[in-house]
Every structure is written in C-alpha cells, then in structure tokens.
C-alpha cells in the first residue's frame, strides 16, 4: 500500500466472565503499517452536551494492508501521532477497496 508509513496496531479483545459476574479483557495486538486520519466534522453532525457546548465524537478512517484479519469486533490503537490521535479507537465499519481496506473509527470521549 503506498505511503503507508505509519505502525498501527489491531486489537483484539477476549473476554470471560468470573464467578461473580465481572468481565475482564485480554488483548491480543498485531501490528501493520498503514494510514490514519482524522475525519472532518460537519458542523451539522454537532451536538449540544449537557454544558451547553457543542461537541462530536471524533471519527477517522485507517488505511490497512488486505490480508489483514480485522473486524468490526476488532480495535485501532494509535500512539507516536498527536495527542488529539493517539489513543484507543472503536471500528464501526470495514469498506474493500482494491489496494487496502478502509476502516471507519469512533474515538473515545475524555
């Protein structure tokens, strides 16, 4: 994939459930080198917070090698970009494209 620079890593995660009903979380990371990129907001897609602010919940959008094992179920974890990047990503979809898969992420809310 050209101008795939950048290590990102796919996360896996298994849980279990113990004896008193609490989940815990293993993961299991690999990493590719790919791309990834902030989506532009539109200011219609804001929405107004409890303070009375306008927020969104930021999204991207990776560029993975095909022949990687990744799903929807699967997580980008980003670090060595910006503060604003790097960081633990949720993926709500996969698109193929003839070159690499395109990965559309949710970030976290802090």
């Known amino acids: 994939m050209m101008g795939a620079d950048k290590t990102l890593t796919i996360r896996s995660r298994t849980s279990s459930v113990d004896a008193e009903g609490q989940v815990s979380y293993s993961n299991s990371d690999s990493t590719v080198k790919g791309r990834f990129t902030i989506v532009d907001v539109d200011e219609s897609d804001l929405t107004s917070g409890p303070d009375g602010m306008r927020s969104s919940?930021?999204?991207?959008?990776?560029?993975?090698?095909?022949g990687t094992t990744i799903t929807d179920a699967h997580q980008i974890v980003?670090?060595?970009?910006?503060?604003?990047?790097?960081?633990?990503?949720?993926?709500?979809?996969i698109q193929y494209a003839r070159n690499h898969y395109r990965v559309f992420c949710r970030g976290e809310l802090t």
């Open 78 to 93: 980003i670090s060595g970009y910006d503060t604003f990047l790097n960081g633990t990503w949720d993926i709500y979809s």
């Open 57 to 66: 919940i930021p999204e991207a959008v990776a560029w993975v090698p095909l």
